[in-house]
């Protein structure tokens, strides 16, 4: 590829010094440069194209050489996650391509970097790494520099080792989490004239989990509450201020005059709970006899009103800072109304639907709308899971996703 400066960077990546390679987030080979081939002893047709564990597998007669295993592992962690790794020391070993089950014991040290498409999802994954099989045979020289330097890399792999062991405590918060997560939030009891849907899809990452929230509740006088919300934090921390929340809204709902009031309510109670501070939560208040929806919002993205003929309105004319945010709290938070026609259908979301790394959230809004006038007409539950699957990348989000589909 040439740019409008004349730099052929396909060169430039064939010239690199240190062997690289691209992988699709599949984790299948779609470039080399020839340091790497020279580097692995392989031709281009014996990698390119071919799934990492294909062209490069782990030595099946020494199960302690587990390298290419941990490798895979960190690129579908930043495939999943968007991040970079900077892995240390590890040992996979590289079969003689001209002597079939013949091993040669070698050291690298890898980083694996995401590559962001114009979505903001990772398109590509970028593997770097650095052959240092040379420097770990040299501890027993002379050169003490180069036994040091030897040394640190040794302690690297052993705290790579450490490393592994806490992802794999988060993982194990991760499962509790979610548990507590699904025990809080259960499916809504059936509304007597309206059809609706929630869902709620965990992050793909370890930790960014269990801060995200949804209810629907029918009030004493024929009135729907709907509410999202999103706790900052992660793990099971976030997942009990979650709950707090969610049920405080609940019963302030219940025995408030609007969603202003309500919010203002739940605004109060957060500044006494750990870790509720700065959450945020919209409420929207359904009057099916006088056709209008109030609503009020403390710093979340707007809800989504999709009407009988394609077109959408996001619902921000009352959008107020985040819970507890102010120095001191001010019961004066904003309600706005909007009327709706029968029809329609409302959406209440979590920023995990919308927003992507390094993309203006309005991107993410235009997405959302264009994925509803498209599939306006469909029944809430085939929407909620039509706009997961329009709006989510593939191998799922950053951060996680509650969303309440409501037929008007």
């Known amino acids: 590829m040439v740019n409008t400066h004349?730099?052929?960077?396909?060169?430039?990546?064939?010239?690199?010094?240190?062997?690289?390679?691209?992988?699709?987030?599949?984790?299948?080979y779609v470039d080399v440069n020839e340091a790497f081939l020279s580097g692995m002893g392989r031709?281009?047709?014996?990698?390119?194209?071919r799934y990492l564990s294909d062209a490069f597998p782990d030595d099946p007669k020494d199960p302690a050489v587990t390298g290419m295993r941990k490798l895979q592992a960190s690129l579908q962690w930043v495939a999943a996650?968007?991040?970079?790794?900077?892995?240390?020391?590890?040992?996979?070993?590289?079969?003689?391509?001209?002597?079939?089950?013949?091993?040669e014991e070698r050291y690298w040290s890898?980083?694996?970097?995401?590559?962001?498409g114009p979505d903001g999802r990772v398109v590509l994954l970028v593997h770097r790494e650095e052959d240092i099989t040379e420097l770990i045979r040299s501890r027993g020289g002379t050169d003490r520099a180069t036994v040091l330097e030897a040394e640190l890399y040794t302690r690297a792999g052993e705290l790579q080792e450490v490393n592994e062991r806490l992802r794999e405590a988060h993982a194990r918060e991760r499962e509790v989490a979610l548990s507590l997560q699904e025990a809080m939030l259960p499916a809504p009891v059936p509304l007597r004239h309206h059809r609706a849907a929630v869902r709620y899809r965990p992050?793909?990452?370890?930790?960014?989990?269990?801060?995200?929230?949804?209810?629907?509740?029918e009030l004493p006088d024929g009135r729907i509450a709907v509410a999202v919300g999103d706790v900052v934090g992660q793990g099971l921390a976030a997942a009990c201020v979650m709950?707090?929340?969610?049920?405080?809204?609940?019963?302030?709902?219940?025995?408030?005059?609007?969603?202003?009031?309500?919010?203002?309510?739940?605004?109060?109670?957060?500044?006494?709970?750990?870790?509720?501070?700065?959450?945020?939560?919209?409420?929207?208040?359904?009057?099916?006899?006088?056709r209008?929806?109030?609503?009020s919002s403390a710093g979340h993205p707007p809800p989504a009103l999709l009407y009988p003929d394609g077109t959408v309105d996001f619902l921000d004319q009352a959008t107020d800072p985040p819970l507890g945010a102010r120095p001191e709290h001010s019961p004066r938070r904003p309600q706005a109304e909007a009327a709706f026609t029968e029809g329609a259908t409302l959406v209440l979301y979590t920023d995990g639907l919308i927003e992507r790394r390094h993309e203006d959230i309005?991107?993410?809004?235009?997405?959302?709308?264009?994925?509803?006038?498209?599939?306006?007409?469909?029944?809430?539950?085939?929407?909620?899971?039509?706009?997961?699957?329009?709006?989510?990348?593939?191998?799922?989000?950053?951060?996680?996703?509650?969303?309440?589909?409501?037929g008007l």
């Open 43 to 49: 031709t281009r047709d014996q990698v390119v194209g």
């Open 362 to 406: 309005d991107v993410g809004l235009t997405r959302l709308a264009d994925s509803l006038a498209r599939h306006q007409g469909t029944d809430p539950d085939t929407l909620a899971d039509t706009l997961l699957a329009d709006l989510t990348p593939p191998a799922g989000g950053s951060d996680d996703t509650a969303l309440v589909v409501l």
């Open 81 to 103: 996650t968007g991040q970079r790794d900077a892995m240390t020391l590890h040992r996979y070993d590289v079969e003689d391509p001209d002597r079939p089950g013949v091993w």
């Open 203 to 217: 992050a793909a990452g370890v930790l960014n989990v269990c801060g995200d929230w949804y209810e629907l509740v």
């Open 243 to 290: 709950g707090q929340l969610r049920s405080a809204l609940t019963a302030a709902s219940l025995v408030t005059d609007g969603p202003a009031q309500a919010l203002d309510t739940l605004g109060l109670y957060a500044r006494s709970v750990d870790g509720a501070e700065s959450a945020t939560a919209v409420l929207c208040v359904v009057d099916c006899t006088n």
């Open 292 to 295: 209008t929806i109030a609503y």
């Open 110 to 116: 890898p980083v694996n970097v995401p590559v962001f």
């Open 6 to 28: 004349g730099i052929d960077y396909e060169a430039v990546f064939q010239a690199l010094p240190s062997a690289v390679a691209l992988f699709t987030t599949d984790l299948v």
